[in-house]
């Protein structure tokens, strides 16, 4: 999926990668610990495991957002293949409701 960024005046479409996302998330200072090192190996995780989609979910209170889905391509330990929701303008975590 592509995402718009406006600078300039001059409106660049960019295409939202595992990498391109995690630096949004860093810099928005969200979720400081979700890419660590420490974090994705207890997790036997790895980046190149990641991949990115445009989603709409629904929290616990039943409000929408619109997401960026990390989801994992291939499971990890104890087979966790779950994804994780960022909103696409703030890159806040949410946490879905099923």
Request: no cysteine; hydrophobic share 30%; proline share 3%.
């Amino acid at each position: 999926m592509a995402w718009l960024e406006l600078t300039d005046h001059i409106i660049e479409v960019k295409k939202m990668t595992p990498s391109e996302l995690k630096y949004q998330i860093e810099k928005a200072g969200h979720e400081p610990y979700y890419f660590t090192r420490e974090t994705m190996k207890f997790f036997g995780d790895r980046m190149s495991n990641y991949g990115v989609r445009s989603n709409v979910v629904f929290d616990f209170e039943g409000t929408k957002h619109l997401v960026w889905e990390l989801y994992r391509r291939r499971p990890v330990k104890h087979n966790n293949q779950s994804s994780a929701y960022f909103e696409k303008e703030t890159y806040k975590r949410v946490f879905k409701h099923n």
